[in-house]
C-alpha cells in the first residue's frame, strides 16, 4: 500500500513563497509519475505539475508556470512543489498523487490527503 504525506502548507501573503512536500511510503513502482493537484473550494481539483521518478521530466499547467517548480528526490522518494509569486487564486487544498505521466485525475490510483494553502491578497 502506497501512503503520501503532504506538508508544508500555510498561510502566506501575495508574492510570497512556499514549498510543498510529498513523501511516499515506498517508491511507487506501479507509478512511473508524481502530480501535484489543487481544490478550491467549490471547484473542481485542478492538475497542477507532474514529474516522472525516472529522468525527472516535468509538466507545469499553464497557471502556475514561471511560478511554481516540481522536483523529486527518488533517494527519499519525496516528491516537492517550489511555490513563488503566489496569487491569492492559488488559494486551495494541494493534493499529491501517483500514477501515469497524464494530467488528468483518473490516472491517479494513490493520493495524499491534502495541505491547505492560503493566500492573503
Known amino acids: 500500500q502506497v501512503q503520501l504525506v503532504e506538508s508544508g502548507g500555510g498561510l502566506v501573503q501575495a508574492g510570497g513563497s512556499l514549498r510543498l512536500s510529498c513523501a511516499a511510503s515506498i517508491r511507487a513502482f506501479s507509478s512511473d509519475a508524481m502530480a501535484w493537484f489543487r481544490q478550491a473550494p467549490g471547484k473542481e481539483r485542478e492538475f497542477v505539475a507532474l514529474?516522472?521518478?525516472?529522468?525527472?521530466?516535468?509538466f507545469h499547467a499553464d497557471s502556475v508556470k514561471g511560478r511554481f517548480t516540481i522536483s523529486r528526490d527518488n533517494a527519499e522518494n519525496t516528491v516537492y512543489l517550489q511555490m513563488n509569486s503566489l496569487k491569492p487564486e492559488d488559494t486551495a487544498v494541494y493534493y499529491c498523487?501517483?500514477?501515469?505521466?497524464?494530467?488528468?485525475?483518473?490516472?491517479?490510483?494513490?493520493w495524499g490527503q491534502g495541505t491547505q494553502v492560503t493566500v492573503s491578497s
Open positions: 514529474v516522472r521518478w525516472s529522468g525527472g521530466s516535468t
Open positions: 498523487a501517483a500514477g501515469t505521466w497524464n494530467t488528468a485525475r483518473y490516472e491517479y490510483k494513490y
